[in-house]
């Protein structure tokens, strides 16, 4: 009796050690079905590095806290938003704007670039984003009504731009007449100290600066100014990124954001 009981008590003792260690142990594995039912974490959207020139209001340029604002980012943010991208804006002189494309240091350029047939054999553009033209800024007291009238003036253009090709067309390309700049904002700088009688360049730039200068100069326009559109620059081939900014571009066109944009920053007269 008494060792039949205690062999009793040693196996319920024994089966009780193992159903604690049974409750303490690693728990189960979760089923497939259960595993399944778990929303996958979102990825990151992808963040793609945009050069821009700071130095164009309305278009671009740097506020008191160093930060990149203006109609282009406002509206490149917009657009990469719909495509479902992240935006990083880093400064870049127009000089060695398109060679950091083309050698992958950006992955797009937005910085009021028009669409030329001369440039789109070695890049990308995007449908365009604003209607342009070159505008004349000259003093109030002028006698200038046209391009032809600035045959005997020296006029001030950024290097490489089209308002340097229409003035070389104009002049001559080496005429000692044309003053080049860096920047657009450095040739009116030199217009407003009496260094040049002319600045020939895109409209919207032009017209902000003349608008917001009490009146000291005027617009000039001219017949023979070809319209022109900005387009956002991808490396060339690159269709993937292309086609993801157009999608954007026409989202934003569609749900009244560019024209919000354009309101804010040029009113009702410029880029229609």
């Not at 959207?45 to 990149?68: A, C, L, N, S």
């Amino acid at each position: 009796m008494t060792s039949m009981f205690l062999s009793r008590r040693l196996t319920l003792a024994c089966l009780g050690s193992a159903l604690l260690l049974a409750a303490c142990g690693k728990p189960a594995e979760p089923t497939a079905a259960a595993a399944a039912s778990q929303p996958e974490a979102a990825p990151a959207p992808r963040v793609i590095v945009v050069g821009t020139d700071p130095v164009y209001p309305p278009f671009e340029w740097q506020d008191d806290k160093g930060e990149i604002v203006g109609f282009e980012i406002d509206l490149m943010k917009a657009i990469a938003e719909r495509a479902g991208l992240q935006v990083k804006f880093v400064a870049t002189p127009w000089e060695g704007m398109f060679n950091a494309l083309a050698q992958g240091d950006r992955d797009a350029l937005m910085h009021a670039i028009t669409i030329t047939e001369e440039r789109k054999p070695t890049m990308d553009f995007t449908e365009p984003y604003f209607d342009a033209s070159q505008l004349i800024a000259v003093p109030l007291d002028a006698k200038v009504s046209s391009m032809a009238d600035l045959k005997k003036l020296r006029v001030a253009v950024q290097t490489g731009t089209t308002g340097d090709e229409v003035v070389s067309k104009l002049l001559g390309k080496t005429n000692p007449l044309i003053r080049r700049f860096e920047s657009i904002p450095l040739a009116l700088r030199e217009l407003e100290a009496g260094g040049v009688n002319a600045v020939v360049a895109d409209n919207g730039l032009v017209a902000h600066y003349v608008a917001n200068n009490g009146q000291r100069f005027k617009t000039v326009s001219d017949p023979t100014f070809v319209p022109e559109q900005y387009g956002i620059v991808v490396k060339k081939g690159n269709a993937e990124l292309l086609a993801k900014l157009n999608e954007g571009l026409a989202k934003v066109r569609a749900d009244g954001t560019h024209a919000k944009l354009m309101t804010q920053y040029f009113g009702d007269a410029i880029g229609r």
